[in-house]
């Protein structure tokens, strides 16, 4: 949480306000929002000092940088509230793995699509592993079948989101829920 003291002192130091902007003047913009125009910056932190308000600087990259006098606590408190809203509307995937081995039985297999099939049911991501271990790296292609049968098993609630592929000793597939896909 940022600390605000009256003087002008902010932690994150996203705004410069008050005395902490340098420059010689600024396009200065009212607290109800009119355009004051371009003026000296102690005369338009006089002007804020004069209404018991802060000078902000809104946007220090334009030239001359745009002050806005406002009160820069409720002008914190609406940033936070902007950005709040805006990572509640942001979609978060979270990815969930299976692991089978290229030997799996027919009934494990099936409990295993049973677990994949709930976590896309879910809306989450489903990265299915198949893992090989010593002479069973000869016979990839066994892993790729399995990913093959899996995929046409959940084709009903999921796309693959690319292709099989093998990296080391493991071979990879990754369903997205249709209900996700744009």
Not at 5 to 22: A, D, H, L, P, S
Not at 33 to 39: A, C, E, N, R
Not at 78 to 102: C, G, L, T
């Amino acid at each position: 949480m940022t600390s605000f003291v009256r003087g002008g002192f902010v932690e994150n130091r996203k705004f410069r306000i008050n005395q902490f902007i340098k420059v010689p003047e600024v396009r200065l913009v009212d607290f109800d929002g009119t355009m004051i125009g371009v003026i000296k910056t102690a005369d338009a932190l006089a002007k804020a000092q004069a209404k018991d308000l802060d000078l902000v600087e809104i946007s220090p990259q334009a030239n001359p940088p745009v002050c806005r006098i406002i009160n820069f606590s409720k002008f914190k408190y609406e940033m936070e509230k902007k950005e709040k809203e805006a990572r509640k509307k942001q979609k978060i995937f979270h990815i969930k793995e299976v692991r089978i081995r290229p030997r799996i039985s027919d009934h494990d297999l099936e409990v295993k699509i049973k677990h994949a099939r709930e976590f896309i049911d879910g809306g989450d991501k489903v990265q299915l592993t198949a893992l090989f271990s010593g002479r069973e790296m000869q016979h990839k292609d066994l892993g790729i079948k399995i990913m093959e049968r899996i995929k046409e098993s959940l084709a009903d609630i999921a796309c693959p989101e690319r292709k099989v592929y093998s990296m080391g000793m493991r071979v990879f597939l990754t369903l997205v829920p249709k209900n996700k896909i744009k």
